[in-house]
Nanobody, 123 residues
Framework: VQLQASGGGLVQAGGSLRLSCAAS????????MGWFRQAPGKDREFVAG????????YYADSVKGRFTISRDNAKNTMYLQMNRLKPEDTAVYYCAARNAIVISTASYEYDYWGQGTQVTVSS
């Protein structure tokens, strides 16, 4: 399994970005996919997760109502639409995959990881 994250960048507070995670190597119908982020000096934290087969989602409270996770089955790609960005959203964002049907917020329960993509929100 390979995950390739992209779409990060520099944006002003209040702006938007869309991250993509291209997945390859197998079908993901039985998988959960997630986005995590890690700011300098902080632990990696859960942002959002999605069950690939059903599309059901779960969000961290800090991003609920601002971020939207989705997937495109045909493209084997997961997205994170980030709106109303805040300086505290600044972090390296990682996509991850878990061979399970339950969305977990624990990073150690994810089996595969993509490389990170930097998101910087200026005030």
């Amino acid at each position: 399994v390979q995950l390739q994250a992209s779409g990060g960048g520099l944006v002003q507070a209040g702006g938007s970005l869309r991250l993509s995670c291209a997945a390859s190597g197998r079908t993901f119908s039985g998988y959960v996919m997630g986005w995590f982020r890690q700011a300098p000096g902080k632990d990696r934290e859960f942002v959002a997760g999605i069950r690939w087969i059903s599309g059901s989602t779960y969000y961290a409270d800090s991003v609920k109502g601002r971020f939207t996770i989705s997937r495109d089955n045909a493209k084997n790609t997961m997205y994170l639409q980030m709106n109303r960005l805040k300086p505290e959203d600044t972090a390296v964002y990682y996509c991850a995959a878990r061979n399970a049907i339950v969305i977990s917020t624990a990073s150690y329960e994810y089996d595969y990881w993509g490389q990170g993509t930097q998101v910087t929100v200026s005030s």
